[in-house]
């Protein structure tokens, strides 16, 4: 990953301006070896709504100063993830624990970036009937891209975010990335390709509205294309019938589905028609401590992150939802386990507290064990903690390696170790 972000950055610094010369978006991605893996830049299959939010996803065209693109925050190479460090300023936008640095410098969100893998399927948000106030769906950490606020869906609701955000790509409003659009030849046509020859307005708030909504479906539309939910891991091999489990493998995934309790969250039912996601999309306090070295800190010493909470405490789109809040505080959303041993330099849990997989492990296991308790710290929000499905579980070292090596077998890019090359 050493080359990423230079090799990305100057390819773009000399030609982003001057769209009328662009190569192929394919050759474009090629060269700035933003992706290794040939079959993710092949743009053959990808519908002309996908190639238009393919090429905002990798494009730092999209942000102020250009440093930006989602795939700063979301690499291929780590699972669509971020990183938990790489360095920080110029143009190597970097990580401190896991937390993104925007595109201005210095300025940090206060979460890791979620993968942008199978976030496609996540659904609107909704309060689930008969569970005492819990919550399913929508994305970020605290669900606030619902998908029900006119916007599009979760996926498209959420790509919208980080573009006017000013931690994040830092354009001061949607009509500022129309405008950019409509500046450029080049995304002028790919606009047309995805949208109609009808051009694109910004003369009111309502077309502003309406076509900003549009770069969200593209970026989703390409998120949902199968170079990013690519079901190529050895599991969803074994579940066709291609490939078999380990001995490792199999004692891994026999603890995950019971001993662990992993599968209370993180279901790996599924077949070749509908394979696991492994979330349930979700909500809950896992009683993690404050991450200090949360750059977020340095600004607002005093924050506290009520996850799903603080978000049902602000929003208007459902009165009913408020009363709700006080407990659904410190609840974050689960995260799907597809890719997620894919980077060994990836941080774990919504601020990022956990350097390895191994550590979320043995917070699982222990956070209720008076001996480890005060290695795990203070709950940061203390209501609503989870109780009975971790924190005490008795898993022994094999174990935990068992574990990983199953979760190993969710890494896309998988091929069987007896396919011949045809190079």
């Known amino acids: 990953m050493k080359n990423f972000y230079p090799s990305y950055f100057f390819f773009y610094s000399i030609i982003i301006i001057s769209s009328c010369t662009k190569k192929s978006i394919e050759q474009e991605i090629s060269d700035a070896k933003i992706i290794e893996r ?25 942000s102020n100063p250009q440093l930006q693109s989602c795939a700063s925050c979301h690499i291929p190479t780590a699972g669509w993830a971020g990183l938990k460090v790489a360095p920080i300023g110029g143009v190597t936008q970097g990580f401190i624990s896991g937390i ?18 199978y976030a496609t399927q996540s659904p609107t948000l909704q309060l689930i009937p008969g569970e005492d106030g819990e919550f399913r769906g929508g994305l970020f950490w605290d669900g606030r891209a619902t998908g029900l606020s006119g916007k ?13 955000s ?19 030849t080049y995304y002028s046509t790919l606009w047309s390709n995805a949208y109609g020859n009808t051009p694109l307005s910004t003369s009111s708030s309502s ?3 309406a076509n900003f909504k549009r770069v969200g479906e593209a970026i989703a539309a390409y998120e949902e294309s199968r170079e990013v939910n690519q079901f190529s891991s050895k599991y969803d091999a074994v579940l066709r019938g291609e490939a078999s489990l ?25 077949n070749p028609n509908t394979p696991p996601l492994f979330t349930d999309y979700k909500y809950y306090n896992l009683g993690l401590a404050k991450n200090l070295q949360n750059p ?14 603080g978000f049902l405490a602000s929003q208007t789109l459902n009165q009913q939802w408020r009363p709700l809040a006080i407990r659904n505080r410190g609840k974050f959303k689960t995260p799907t386990l597809r890719n997620i041993t894919m980077n060994p330099n990836r941080a774990y849990m919504h601020n990022g507290i956990f350097s390895s997989l191994e550590e979320v ?27 009975g499905w971790l924190g005490n579980l008795n898993l022994t070292e094999q174990n935990k390696q068992d574990l990983i090596s199953f979760l190993k077998t969710l890494n896309d890019g998988w091929s069987s170790p007896n396919s011949i090359s045809n190079n």
């Open 38 to 62: 040939e079959s993710v830049t092949n743009l053959s299959t990808l519908a002309p709504q996908a190639i238009l939010g393919k090429a905002i996803y990798f494009d730092p065209y999209f």
């Open 100 to 117: 993104a640095e925007g595109a201005f410098r210095g300025r940090f969100g206060g979460r890791i970036p979620p993968s942008a893998a």
């Open 152 to 164: 599009g869906s979760p996926a498209a609701e959420q790509a919208q975010g980080p573009l006017i």
């Open 166 to 184: 000013s931690a994040e790509h830092n354009l001061a409003d949607a009509k500022t990335v129309l405008e950019k659009i409509k500046n450029s």
């Open 207 to 209: 077309d502003i509205a």
């Open 246 to 270: 380990t001995i490792q493998e199999r004692r891994g995934l026999n603890l995950f589905n019971n001993d662990a309790k992993c599968f209370r969250c993180h279901s790996s039912s599924g």
């Open 296 to 309: 977020i800190y340095l600004t607002n010493p005093g924050f506290v992150d009520n996850g799903l909470g």
């Open 361 to 387: 492990i043995d917070f699982y296991n222990t956070r209720d064990d008076s001996k480890a308790r005060s290695r795990w710290g203070r709950p940061e929000v203390a209501d609503n903690i989870q109780k």
